[in-house]
């Protein structure tokens, strides 16, 4: 799994940078979240301040009820979905 960080720097500028490949036993979306939780804490970076994320479109990523992005939406109710526009054909 690629994490990709996107943020808006000092100067109010859109930054988005590569951050980290994670090897994940499995793709459901409870164990990307932990993957994902793991690193950014690692890195002192806090879900909770999260304001948007964005995926492909597969059902474990995308499901309202399931999927990735509900899991964080449940800790960080500010970090909205949107869909990965690069993975349109």
């Known amino acids: 799994m690629a994490i990709i960080l996107r943020f808006v720097d000092c100067q109010g500028i859109i930054r988005e940078r590569f951050f980290k490949i994670v090897s994940v036993p499995n793709t459901t979306s409870q164990t ?11 890195y002192n970076l806090q879900v909770r301040n999260m304001r948007g994320q964005g995926y492909d479109g597969a059902s474990n990523m995308r499901g309202i009820y399931n999927g990735l ?21």
């Open 32 to 42: 990307l979240k932990d993957e994902i939780s793991k690193v950014l804490t690692m």
């Open 69 to 89: 992005q509900a899991l964080f939406l449940e800790e960080c109710p500010y970090a909205y979905y949107v869909h990965c526009f690069a993975h349109r054909l």
